[in-house]
C-alpha cells in the first residue's frame, strides 16, 4: 500500500545544479528511508533517518525529516549525470517488515 | 559477498506455463521478500519470509506460489499467469528485524 506522496513527479536539472525531492507521508513513523531505481534495475538503498533525527548527510546527499508536518526531504548536491534515476522513499510503521512507498520522482540530470 | 542475484534477468512466458523465479543472497540476512513492480510504480509487496517461514502474504492470487529452501534461497513459482502479471519481479532482503533493504536487479517477466 502507498501511504505517501512524492513531489515532484519528475525534476530535469542541469549537471552540476542541485536537485530537491520531497516525500510525504499520513501516520506516524519508526524511519524513513530513500531508495535509488536505475531504469528497470533493482532499488539501491541510499539513506536512513530515523524519526527522532532530523537531519542526516551521506556524502553528496542531504535528508531531512520533519515529523510535525510528516514530511521528508532528499537533496542531492552538485549533481551528476549517473544521478539521472528515479528516487523513492519508504516508511516503515510497525516493525514486520513492510515498507510504505511513495509514489518516485523521475530525476533527469541533462549534460 | 553483498548482493543479491536474482536470474533469469529475462522471462518470456506463455498463459499455461509453468515457470520460476530464483533469488539468492549470502548476506546472512533472515528476512527475504518478493514485490512487483509495474512501470512508473513503486514496488508492491507481494511475500515476507522471516526466518525461513512465510510471515506477510499480501493477497496474492495462488498462481504466484513463494517458496523459501533455506536461508539464502527464495524461489517464486508461477502457473497459469496473466498478461497484467508482466511486471519487473524483485527480490530483497534484510537483517531480521532491521528495516534497510538490498534489492537484486529483478526479473522482467512477459506474459504472453
Known amino acids: 500500500s502507498q501511504q505517501g506522496e512524492e513531489d515532484p513527479q519528475a525534476l530535469s536539472i542541469q549537471e552540476g545544479e542541485n536537485a530537491t525531492m520531497n516525500c510525504s507521508y499520513k501516520t506516524s513513523i519508526n524511519n524513513l528511508q530513500w531508495y535509488r531505481q536505475n531504469s528497470g534495475r533493482g532499488l539501491v538503498h541510499l539513506i536512513l533517518i530515523r524519526s527522532n533525527e532530523r537531519e542526516k548527510h551521506s556524502g553528496r546527499l542531504r535528508v531531512t525529516l520533519d515529523t510535525s508536518k510528516k514530511s521528508s526531504s532528499l537533496l542531492i548536491t552538485a549533481s551528476r549525470a549517473a544521478d539521472t534515476a528515479s528516487y523513492f522513499c519508504?516508511?516503515?510503521?510497525?516493525?514486520?517488515?513492510?515498507?510504505?512507498w511513495g509514489a518516485g520522482t523521475k530525476l533527469i540530470i541533462k549534460p | 559477498d553483498t548482493e543479491v542475484t536474482q536470474t533469469p534477468k529475462h522471462l518470456v512466458m506463455g498463459m499455461t506455463n509453468k515457470k520460476s523465479l530464483k533469488c539468492e543472497q549470502h548476506m546472512g540476512h533472515r528476512a527475504m521478500y518478493w514485490y512487483k513492480q509495474k512501470a512508473k510504480k513503486p514496488p508492491e509487496l507481494m511475500f515476507v519470509y522471516s526466518y525461513e517461514k512465510l510471515s506477510i502474504n499480501e493477497s496474492v492470487p495462488s498462481r504466484f506460489s513463494p517458496e523459501c529452501p533455506n536461508s539464502s534461497l527464495l524461489n517464486l513459482h508461477l502457473h497459469a499467469l496473466q498478461p497484467e502479471d508482466s511486471a519487473l519481479y524483485l527480490c530483497a532482503s534484510s537483517q531480521a528485524g532491521q528495516p534497510e533493504q538490498f534489492f537484486g536487479p529483478g526479473t522482467r517477466l512477459t506474459v504472453l
Open positions: 519508504a516508511t516503515d510503521v510497525e516493525s514486520n517488515y513492510q515498507l510504505i
